[in-house]
C-alpha cells in the first residue's frame, strides 16, 4: 500500500506546469506536495502555490515576497519592479 500520494504513480496527463521567473518564486499549478532537505513533506491545497527559490521567506518553501526587498545590485533594474 502506498505511504503518501507521491507514492501513487498518476495518469499521464497528471503532470504540474510550473512557471519560472527571472526574479521571483516558481509558481507551480497546485495542490502540490513538497519534500525538504531534511525529509519533512509539506502541502498546500491552493490551485496554485508560489515557490521561494531566494529562501529569505520566512514561510519557506512558500514566498511570502521577501525577494522584493533586496538591495538592488548589477542588474536589478526597472524590470526588478516585476517581480
Known amino acids: 500500500m502506498p505511504n503518501s500520494p507521491s507514492d501513487t504513480p498518476g495518469p499521464p496527463d497528471a503532470s504540474r506546469r510550473i512557471k519560472v ?3 521571483g518564486p516558481l ?3 497546485g495542490p502540490v506536495e513538497v519534500e525538504l532537505e ?25 514566498c511570502d515576497t521577501s525577494h522584493r526587498a533586496r538591495s538592488s545590485g548589477p542588474g536589478d533594474g526597472p524590470a526588478a519592479a516585476n517581480d
Not at 531534511?38 to 531566494?54: E, H, I
Open 27 to 29: 509558481l507551480v499549478e
Open 38 to 62: 531534511d525529509g519533512t513533506t509539506v502541502s498546500s491545497d491552493r490551485f496554485r502555490v508560489a515557490l521561494c527559490t531566494c529562501r529569505r521567506s520566512r514561510r519557506y518553501p512558500w
Open 21 to 23: 521567473q527571472r526574479r
